[in-house]
């Protein structure tokens, strides 16, 4: 990754409670809130995650949906929920929810 030489200015309007709050955290960790802002777009626009099953990270624009429970196949070991029992399924239905409310949306479909 060497995309840091080509920065570029981004002027947003935010909720100035969320922002205060989100400087304090970023202070914590020591991190400039650009970068915070830059991983959250980064996430945002090529959104990776990892396989519930095998543990390995694939990005979702690359991953194909099953036709039979919709879900994204993982690359690595091919498994979706039709593998999973009632209970894992609900499990990471649950989880993934985290991510949809983070990108607004279906992580993918
Ligand atoms: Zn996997
Ligand atoms: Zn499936």
């Known amino acids: 990754m060497d995309k840091c030489d080509s920065r570029t200015r981004l002027t947003i309007t935010v909720d100035e409670e969320t922002l205060a709050k989100a400087?304090?955290?970023?202070?914590r960790k020591r991190i400039?809130?650009?970068?915070?802002?830059?991983?959250?777009?980064r996430f945002f626009a090529d959104p990776e995650?990892?396989?519930?099953k095998c543990g390995e990270k694939f990005s979702v624009k690359e991953a194909e949906l099953c036709p039979k429970c919709g879900?994204?196949?993982?690359?690595?070991?091919?498994?979706?929920?039709?593998?999973?029992?009632e209970e894992a399924a609900i499990a990471v239905f649950h989880m993934r929810r985290?991510?949809?409310?983070?990108?607004?949306?279906?992580?993918?479909?």
């Open 49 to 52: 995650v990892y396989c519930f």
């Open 98 to 109: 985290v991510y949809e409310e983070l990108l607004a949306g279906r992580v993918k479909g």
């Open 23 to 27: 400087k304090e955290v970023a202070k």
């Open 71 to 85: 879900w994204m196949i993982c690359p690595e070991c091919k498994a979706c929920r039709c593998g999973l029992s």
């Open 32 to 41: 400039p809130i650009s970068r915070v802002i830059e991983n959250f777009l």
